[in-house]
């Protein structure tokens, strides 16, 4: 039904005990995003939203000029290659040729010639030098407008980046909310961009959990609602706390310097990829097995 590798999984994206992972398992019949609602809904986990897994090495670069951005990723088996001097010297070069040739597709990045060879080619060679396997994840190419600024922040040295556009204020304003968006791991930049089935699942849950605790029906609505705003506060950039003035959030203090935000970018290396974990079932499963 579960193996127990899945309730040490939980474990780490729930916060939750070992025993409440086993009976969220047990009442989903294993399923693992079930189980996160199960526990949240039993008030257990108190996340806001489902953390993706950090299992892939690598690194994130950003290159930016006067008009236009690229953040990209690329990926590695190991860390110990993430800090090889031909890998750090390949990512400087692929996110400065995506900038300079405005490559605004990953097709268009692969297939892009230069002196004769091609990305595509150049990641199969760079992989034979160094014997493992580098992939070329993602980027993304942003142009803005004259009245417009970029932001731009490299956390742990390139493990995450964020680059964020900011109208009608400066770079410096720009640079700390980027800063922050690396640091609060925002999902959106404004409540209207949040998912329609994002807010239906939380509605959803939410909902569960005031059942849950028995609130009348006039007083449950109210609770849906304020714990609603509460989940827009925690994903969307605007409404968060700003992370250097707590008084504000951070929509209001670009506003207070004049400005508007624009959009926002964050990338974590690795975040939603799987690669091979240490076997830890026997321990785990040993101390399940001594506490019943």
């Known amino acids: 039904m579960f193996k127990a590798s899945d309730v040490k999984e939980l474990r780490e994206r729930t916060g939750a005990g070992m025993l409440d992972c086993k009976k969220a398992l047990e009442a989903t019949e294993g399923n693992m995003d079930q189980a996160i609602d199960w526990l949240r809904e039993k008030g257990i986990s108190k996340a806001a939203k489902k953390e993706s897994r950090i299992a892939a090495e690598g690194l994130c670069k950003i290159e930016t000029n006067d008009k236009a951005a690229v953040i990209l990723e690329v990926n590695s088996e190991t860390d110990f290659v993430a800090k090889n001097e031909e890998f750090t010297t390949f990512v400087d070069y692929l996110a400065k040729t995506i900038l300079e040739n405005q490559l605004k597709t990953k097709e268009e990045v692969l297939a892009f010639v230069d002196n004769g060879e091609t990305i595509e080619s150049k990641i199969v060679n760079l992989t034979a030098t160094i014997g493992e396997k580098i992939s070329f994840r993602r980027h993304a ?8 600024v970029f932001g731009s922040y490299l956390h742990m040295g390139g493990k995450i980046g964020a680059l964020v556009v900011l109208a009608d204020t400066t770079a410096e304003v720009a640079k ?11 999902v959106c930049a404004t409540r209207s961009e949040v998912p329609a089935d994002m807010v239906e699942h939380e509605t959803k849950v939410i909902k569960e959990q005031v059942m849950n605790e028995g609130k009348p029906a006039e007083i449950a609505e109210k609770m849906v609602a304020g714990r609603l705003n509460k989940f827009y506060k925690e994903i969307c950039l605007e409404e968060q706390e700003f992370i250097k003035d707590s008084s504000v959030n951070v929509g209001t203090y670009v506003k207070n310097n004049g400005g508007s935000i624009v959009s926002m970018i964050r ?13 830890f079932a026997s321990e785990v499963m040993s101390q399940i097995n001594a506490a019943k």
């Open 267 to 279: 990338y974590a290396v690795g975040e939603g990829i799987e690669k091979k974990q240490e076997d």
């Open 141 to 148: 190419f942003i142009e803005k407008k004259d009245n417009e």
């Open 176 to 186: 700390d909310v980027a800063m922050h968006v690396a640091a609060m791991s925002p």
